[in-house]
């Protein structure tokens, strides 16, 4: 009997030496960020005072296909990359399943999750500059400790607003982030304006990404010698995580296959971008036996901006701090319910993946929480990892994909990212367990009047 291979991994030298940018292969161009004030596209000079100026190159860059990785960023990718491709063959038997299931896995880094691949890049940046304090927002904390960690690194102090609900419910996050030295302010707070402003409204919010991400921009904005960071979202974020789907093309050689479906949860496009752009391209490329693959991106139903949000241009925070983007948006004042996956409670899609699932190019699903959370324990008690919750729902979207095959009998080949684990979650597992876990459903009046709030401005007016 031939013995079944478990794990693919590239030695160092195999670690990409370069990000790819899809901007500049996409058949569409994302649209222009504007200038709120002008209604004008953005230039990088603008960005200059609130993000690193190589970041904000990265971010309009739409004619590099391929950007290089500095040496100093990639030496520091050494210390977890590469990270392992793993086939779950504990889950297809679990299933009955006749499909093959691989997954990339992220948790393996030193804050156990993909965050870091681009943390790394923007502290080295921001160091390179003279800068010596960063900040930024967080959700669920991964971002957030990433920052930290890679603050420390080049020796910049860090300040991190995470979303109240989740420095609530997540102590442990915190406590990682303030062990590197960071200082963690539970938003909103009273600390900023625009903190001031949405408690002044109301008073017992929970808060949200798009309020933490208002109040890590004011305090770029007015603290001098500090940059923002940011986790998710912007286009120079999903361009460092391409690490991911660059190491996974070469693993799924080494194992003889290509993927049918990839799939990653999606809350801002970071790593579902960073597993799904590089094999993205042969699609676009049309090169035969590699242009068939379906892209999937798995929301929370109770955040679900890509499946019933709208494409317009939008806020990416809740004060009106950043750029218009044009996105998939459930509008800038969305207030999410309070759920586990405190990494996908974001309002608006990125700027590429809007574009993207607009052409055609890629597809969405909504899962409940309580479906994620069942995919994530079955995927534990099958393959030995708890998963972050933000990544139990690529694995019921993965659960979802493996059961058609089972169906119809299809050996489809099926690889999605293990974005992080979730071993500092076990609260939110705790209540599952005991059943004091609920499904949100989101009714469409919330969304259009959300929506209905939204700068008036749209896409169409500018084609």
């Not at 160091?127 to 959700?139: I, M």
């Not at 296959?257 to 496009?269: K, L, N, R, S, T």
């Not at 909504?366 to 990544?391: C, K, M, V």
Request: proline share 7%.
């Amino acid at each position: 009997m031939k013995e079944q291979r478990k794990r693919y991994l590239l030695d160092e030298e195999e670690i990409p030496r370069y990000w790819y940018n899809i901007q500049a292969e996409m058949p569409n161009k994302p649209l222009p960020p504007l200038n709120p004030a002008t209604k004008k596209p953005l230039t990088a000079e603008e960005l200059y005072p609130v993000f690193a100026e190589e970041c904000c190159r990265q971010e309009l860059n739409q004619t590099d296909a391929w950007i290089k990785i500095p040496d100093e960023v990639r030496d520091k990718y050494k210390y977890y990359r590469s990270t392992p491709l793993v086939r779950a063959y504990g889950l297809e038997k679990a299933l009955g399943t006749p499909a093959h299931i691989y997954f990339k896995n992220e948790s393996v880094s030193p804050m156990g999750s993909h965050k870091l691949n681009s943390a790394i890049p923007q502290a080295y940046y921001c160091q390179q500059e003279g800068v010596t304090n960063v900040t930024t927002e967080t959700g669920a904390g991964q971002w957030g400790a990433s920052l930290a960690y890679a603050a420390s690194m080049y020796g910049l102090e860090s300040a991190v607003y995470q979303v109240k609900i989740s420095y609530e419910q997540k102590p442990y996050r915190r406590s990682i982030m303030q062990t590197f030295g960071a200082q963690v302010t539970p938003s909103p707070s009273m600390s900023t304006r625009a903190g001031k402003d949405i408690l002044t409204a109301h008073p017992n919010y929970q808060g949200s990404l798009g309020t933490a991400i208002s109040e890590a921009v004011e305090l770029a904005r007015t603290t001098p010698n500090c940059k923002y960071c940011l986790g998710s979202v912007l286009n120079h974020v999903a361009l460092h995580q391409t690490v991911i789907g660059l190491e996974a093309e070469k693993q799924m050689e080494m194992a003889g296959e290509y993927p049918d479906v990839v799939v990653a949860c999606f809350g801002g496009g970071s790593n579902f971008g960073g597993i799904s752009f590089p094999f993205m391209r042969h699609k676009i490329a049309g090169q035969p036996g590699k242009d068939h693959t379906r892209f999937v991106a798995a929301e929370p139903s109770s955040c679900p901006k890509l499946t019933r949000g709208e494409f317009r241009y939008d806020f990416g925070d809740e004060a009106g701090y950043t750029p218009l983007l044009p996105m998939y948006t459930l509008g800038h004042n969305f207030s999410p319910a309070n759920i586990h996956a405190g990494g996908l409670r974001y309002h608006g899609a990125g700027v590429i993946v809007s574009q993207l699932l607009k052409d055609g190019l890629m597809e969405a699903v909504d899962i409940p929480q309580l479906e994620s959370f069942e995919a994530g324990t079955l995927f534990a008690r099958a393959e030995g990892i708890i998963p972050a919750p933000e990544s139990c729902h690529a694995i019921a979207a993965t659960i979802r994909e493996a059961l058609a095959c089972k169906e119809t009998g299809e050996e489809k080949v099926i690889l999605f990212n293990l974005s992080g684990h979730g071993l500092i979650d076990m609260s939110s597992y705790d209540k599952f367990l005991a059943g004091d876990l609920q499904n949100y459903s989101l009714p469409d009046s919330v969304i259009a009047s959300n929506i209905a709030s939204t700068d008036p401005l749209q896409p169409e007016s500018l084609l």
